[in-house]
């Protein structure tokens, strides 16, 4: 006698796509401020839904991880617009050369 399922679920396919990375709100912060005309505060903070200060805190942030972020006033009474104008530099540590096998001083 021969038992059929039906009500199993078509296994995946190893080619099916995977879900895009979400995009967060930090990466919607640098593509804001990656654009030629940048963004002010007000802009950011309606877009991303922060409160000025945290929208402040996150410029910071982003300072302190290594982006270079400028602040450009255009006019009298008008807000000032940031942009990211550099982004971080990848560093190696002495450690980290000393031990790589790729990079040895012998080789030659």
Do not use: C, F
């Amino acid at each position: 006698m021969t038992t059929v399922i039906t009500n199993v679920k078509p296994r995946r396919n190893a080619s099916a796509k995977l879900p895009a990375k979400r995009a967060t709100k930090k990466d919607q912060l640098i593509r804001m401020l990656g654009a030629v005309a940048g963004a002010d505060v007000i802009t950011i903070s309606t877009k991303l839904g922060w409160q000025t200060h945290t929208t402040r805190a996150a410029l910071t942030g982003l300072r302190k991880a290594g982006h270079e972020v400028v602040a450009e006033k255009s006019g009298q009474g008008k807000p000032a617009r940031y942009r990211i104008v550099g982004t971080p530099a990848i560093t190696v540590s002495a450690d980290t050369a000393a031990t790589n096998p790729l990079e040895s001083k012998d080789a030659g």
